[in-house]
């Protein structure tokens, strides 16, 4: 798998490539005044108006912002909100300057100078004379034709003054009045295309899924006696078809044939072919050629019911992504492009929004290669273009991405950013005819069909759905703002979208932390505190919880089954939620493992059976079984896993469940040994003490809590002052002791909620906690006990159930396994981003060991649906942090709480507005559970790692 992937991310950084670096000289070529990339860049001299660095010549590396550079000052697009109207953004100006020399052959060629983008308006020179207009606006790619202003073979200069704020203030507020980290500067590449006299200049593909093929071509200087050859490949290099078709004088033509048997273009099957376009004069000499790759697919809004690919209903499991990278800001390469589009591949997304700006090319290129499909957005936050300025940015977004078979809608502005008067002035350069989408925030702006209203809650979802008339596909919602929304609320929101026919999926907000490297605050990340910190990954792409979870949630492989039943016979209910795969082109693998013990010095586990199932055949949208037909180790193996594999041969996702884990624990725990000591017990007044196994517990008989612990190895351990109840106050009523041959027990009776605990210590040194609790009818947090034990005393945790990350009642997916993490204190969207976050609750426990500087100790539970918090942390910070913690630091539930939402200063707290499973637990009645510690580390060798020393032979 992993040869697969690397040989994918040198395909698609190929096929990037190739589009900037064409081998042959009747393409255009390609003359690099700057670097390709972030980090392939060209030294320019430079100049900085004010801020850092600034009054005197220096030199810029480009492309860059030149914030990061250490010139300039920096501003978040928000500091309008954060310090009132009476803000001013800082409003340098760069000016850039440097020499070149073009090649000899330029000569009699027509040439072309390329911004790919620049941050804001941006006024050029050769050779000391303006060569155009003043481009306004950051995220288009503009261009002037030079050929009368080089002079080749001698060195030209080329200055280039760049004005962070725009001189249009209708640019500012749609670019810079934002939620994002605002720069300046040339931050994607500068070059220059040499193309023959005659030659094609722009070409524009519709290629539909029946077929239908159409080429759009905009020639120069050609006339009747020239024609054009049209040749269609495969991606083998197999000629499809080739036709000739003559020119004329009017210099734009289009070309139109029908091609067979053609091989869509969708997210799940990202077939492309190579399309090249050659001008021929009548000699048959190619002149000029240009190629593109394709895709066929087409796409329709079917009103009333749903969006179509290819005559197929689909839905977006989407995110919105902007284009950053802590280092450099928007400056970026098609590897961190790459990456991006991998790790939304991982969380088995099928669609991207590419809020608040279209990206680099490299981006869409890799999106055509492996599958998305692509909202590209017109900027705009909240605040819409000028009608004048708008249509020259939306005819540089269309003219640049129109090929892209990824791209299926225009979306025109956020949030209140649309300029309606531009929605036509997308079809005009887009002979497709893609739809154009608005993407809102206030209800009534739905366009084509298509209401995408922000941030709904659960109910106001169902609301939506229940709309006959319009399909309803957020563009954002579940804002994952710390460790908020994202995954958290998403299960619920995923299944009403799926099983809702007016659904058209959504996208999540956002891909990742919009965390900057500040270069003026010795380089730390800078997230502007409750503005940028809404990832699902952190700004280095570090995995929060959300990820993990939301891999399993939006999986087009849908499992049923949580737990295994007692009389499990191999059948599993599974529904395929592809649009265009069947099962049956989805291998199936299922391993038998046995889970590492509390002793082992490593986590994980030991496979001891792999095998292949027979993938059923099910058809997109349908539901049938996989059936595992040999069951022969099901009752010698501790879990199960099954994993699916989809046709491109990656990992959809691995489901998991436990069978028989803990029997080699309780044998260990019913274990007497050869010279057993007698259990003691003294009761007194205040305090209670029982021995037995070597360890001494003491009592608090007021409250019956534990209060010190003796070990027979080492110092005491601080674990302590519980079990407390986690609602109201508990009052001991009774002490009793109970003895059964030579085992005695403690037992506390209480009143309140807590009815009653029992202490036990086996000969084996195992202490049993058995208690029970009632609670009247209605919702409850987080319903148990809790212990204290110092935070600062620990060292790493390692438990077997979910992990690797912590759960919350709304986001509890998680892989068995065994898992093991240092302590950290981080808090998601939060320097320094160490994930998995070592405090939290942890589900599913069926043991965990808490390793600390006073020694281990470990707890263990029979009975399943355990959920384990450690110490204190946060899911959403503000004044007041939620949700609000319970009493004491090491906490064992029956249930946890769910988890908002929060944007900004704004949060969601009441997480039941998500769903169902963001209500509390409800409860009603008594309940009880066994739990099983042990407070020194583990010396049986039934639990532990073969310790035996293995010498090699010697001679």
Not at 130 to 141: A, E, K, L, N, V
Not at 448 to 470: C, M, P, V, W
Not at 513 to 521: M, N, P, S
């Amino acid at each position: 798998m992993y040869r697969r992937i690397s040989a994918m991310l040198s395909i698609a950084l190929l096929l990037c490539l190739s589009v900037i670096f064409p081998s042959k000289a009747q393409h255009t070529e390609k003359f690099f005044l700057s670097g390709t990339d972030n980090e392939n860049t060209e030294t320019w001299e430079f100049f900085c108006s004010s801020g850092r660095k600034s009054g005197f010549w220096s030199t810029i590396e480009v492309p860059s912002h030149w914030e990061q550079q250490g010139f300039g000052t920096y501003d978040y697009g928000r500091d309008y909100v954060t310090y009132g109207r009476s803000h001013e953004f800082a409003d340098e100006v760069g000016f850039y300057k440097r020499t070149f020399k073009l090649p000899s052959d330029y000569k009699g060629k027509s040439l072309e100078l390329v911004f790919e983008g620049s941050m804001t308006d941006t006024e050029v020179k050769i050779n000391g004379k303006s060569i155009g207009p003043i481009h306004q606006g950051s995220f288009y790619r503009f261009s002037y034709d030079i050929t009368d202003f080089v002079n080749i073979g001698n060195e030209n200069l080329i200055e280039v003054k760049v004005s962070k704020m725009s001189a249009n203030n209708s640019v500012n507020r749609a670019e810079r009045f934002a939620d994002y980290w605002i720069f300046g500067g040339i931050f994607r590449p500068v070059y220059i295309t040499a193309k023959p006299n005659q030659h094609i200049s722009h070409h524009a593909i519709v290629a539909e899924a029946n077929g239908n093929l159409e080429v759009h071509l905009e020639m120069q200087n050609v006339t009747a006696s020239n024609k054009i050859t049209a040749s269609l490949s495969d991606f083998d290099g197999k000629t499809i078809k080739e036709w000739t078709t003559a020119a004329n004088d009017e210099g734009n033509l289009i070309l139109k044939n029908k091609i067979e048997n053609v091989k869509t273009w969708n997210a799940e099957f990202p077939n492309l072919y190579q399309l090249k376009i050659s001008l021929k004069d009548n000699k048959n000499k190619t002149l000029h050629e240009v190629e593109e790759r394709i895709g066929f697919r087409t796409i329709e809004i079917k009103e009333g019911d749903g969006i179509y690919v290819n005559g197929v209903k689909v839905k977006m499991k989407g995110v919105n992504r902007h284009a950053f990278w802590p280092e450099t800001g928007r400056s970026l390469n098609p590897s961190l492009d790459l990456m991006d589009v991998m790790l939304m591949k991982e969380m088995n997304m099928n669609s991207v929004r590419t809020a608040h700006y279209p990206p680099d090319k490299s981006f869409l290129h890799i999106c055509d290669s492996l599958g998305l499909y692509v909202m590209d957005e017109l900027a705009g936050w909240q605040n819409a273009y000028d009608t004048e300025s708008g249509r020259v940015l939306v005819k540089e977004l269309v003219r640049r991405d129109v090929n892209h078979p990824s791209i299926i809608f225009w979306s025109n502005g956020n949030e209140g950013g649309t300029n309606k008067a531009l929605d036509g002035d997308f079809d005009l350069y887009d002979p497709s005819k893609r739809p154009v989408i608005h993407a809102h925030h206030r209800p009534g702006n739905e366009f084509n069909g298509i209401d995408t209203d922000h941030y709904e809650n659960y109910a106001s979802l169902q609301r939506k759905f229940a709309d006959s008339t319009l399909i309803y596909m957020p563009t954002e919602f579940l804002h994952a703002q710390d460790d908020g929304g994202g995954a958290a609320g998403l299960h619920d929101f995923w299944e009403l979208m799926w099983a809702s026919k007016m659904s058209g999926g959504g996208y999540l907000w956002v891909f990742s932390d919009e965390g900057l490297v500040r270069t003026d605050i010795g380089n730390k990340i800078d997230v502007n505190r409750v503005n940028a910190p809404d990832g699902l990954l952190g700004p280095h792409r570090q995995k929060e919880g959300s990820f993990y979870a939301i891999r399993e949630i939006f999986s087009p492989v849908k499992i049923f089954i949580e737990k295994l039943p007692e009389d499990f016979n191999g059948e599993i209910e599974v529904e395929n939620r592809y649009h265009f795969t069947n099962l049956s082109e989805v291998n199936f693998e299922v391993e038998w493992v046995k889970f590492r013990k509390p002793g082992d010095p490593i986590s994980g586990h030991e496979v001891i059976q792999k095998s292949s199932l027979e993938s059923p055949k099910i058809a997109p949208g349908e539901k049938g079984k996989i059936k595992i037909t040999d069951l022969t180790l099901l009752d010698e193996a501790e879990g199960l896993y099954l994993k699916a594999i989809d046709p491109h041969g990656e990992e959809v996702y691995k489901w998991s469940w436990k069978i028989n884990p803990l029997q080699a624990i309780f044998d260990a725990i019913t274990n007497s040994p050869q010279e057993k000591a007698k259990s003691e017990l003294t009761l007194s007044d205040s305090l209670t003490v029982i021995s037995a196994g070597g360890f001494t517990l003491t009592f608090d008989n007021s409250n019956g809590t534990l209060s010190r612990i003796q070990k027979p190895s080492g110092m005491d351990l601080s674990f302590g002052n519980g079990p407390i109840f986690t609602y109201g106050e508990q009052e001991v009523s009774n002490v009793e002791i109970l003895e059964e041959g030579e085992t005695k027990t403690l037992v506390f009776e209480y009143e309140g909620h807590l009815n009653q605990t029992k202490w036990t210590i086996h000969p084996s040194g195992w202490v049993e906690l058995n208690y029970t609790y009632t609670l009247p009818e209605g919702g409850y947090a987080y319903p148990g006990i809790s212990f204290d034990y110092p935070e600062s005393n620990v060292i790493s945790a390692k438990w077997l159930g979910k992990g690797p990350y912590r759960i919350w009642k709304n986001r509890n997916q998680g892989t068995i396994d065994v898992h093991q993490n240092l302590y950290n204190n981080t808090h998601a969207g939060s320097t320094p981003w160490d994930y998995p976050e070592f405090k939290g609750y942890f589900g599913d426990i069926s043991w965990m060991e808490i390793n600390t500087a006073q020694g281990k100790f470990y707890v263990v539970s029979e009975k399943e649906g355990l959920n384990v918090r450690l110490f204190d942390f946060y899911g959403m910070a503000g004044p007041i942090s939620h949700p609000e913690l319970p009493k004491g630091d090491i906490s064992f539930f029956d249930g946890i709480p769910s988890l908002g939402s929060k944007l900004a200063l704004g949060i969601t707290s009441n997480a039941a507005v998500y769903g169902p499973q963001g209500e509390k637990n409800a409860m009603n009645g008594s309940y009880s559970r066994t739990l099983y510690f042990y407070f020194d580390i583990i010396k049986d060798p039934t639990l532990s790692h073969d310790k035996t020393n293995r010498f090699p032979n010697e001679d």
